[in-house]
Nanobody
């Protein structure tokens, strides 16, 4: 496993959660990174993505204003801070690395194992 995601768990609606993705030293420092999520019976969808430099980020509309993506290349990790969580945020969250910043999961070649986030009302 080249990317490892952790930090998921059970949260009450309105709460916050920080997900972390780590990878081997320097392996993905020059790659765009992303967080995707997949709920049962639904397709995998982008949550947020960040350029290799961290200067550019994109967010899906459902999390806009509630999510912050950041990366720390010197520490070989990326984080996703989610606030004001709602039950619709319940999903398995995956981190991924790709060749370019994109909404499409097919643009990402490397994936972590996923971490479950469950938001209860």
């Amino acid at each position: 496993v080249q990317l490892q995601a952790y930090g998921g768990g059970q949260v009450q609606a309105g709460g916050s959660l920080t997900l972390t993705c780590v990878y081997p030293r320097g392996l993905f420092s020059s790659y765009p990174l992303a967080w995707f999520r997949q709920a049962p019976g639904k397709e995998r969808e982008l949550v947020a993505a960040i350029s290799w430099s961290g200067e550019r980020a994109i967010y899906a509309d459902p999390v806009l204003g509630r999510a912050t993506i950041d990366r720390h290349n010197q520490r070989d990790k990326m984080i996703l801070l989610m606030t004001k969580l709602v039950p619709d945020d319940t999903a398995v969250y995956y981190c991924a690395a790709g060749s370019h910043l994109d909404w499409n999961p097919d643009a990402y070649d490397y994936w972590g194992q996923g971490t479950q986030v469950t938001v209860s009302s």
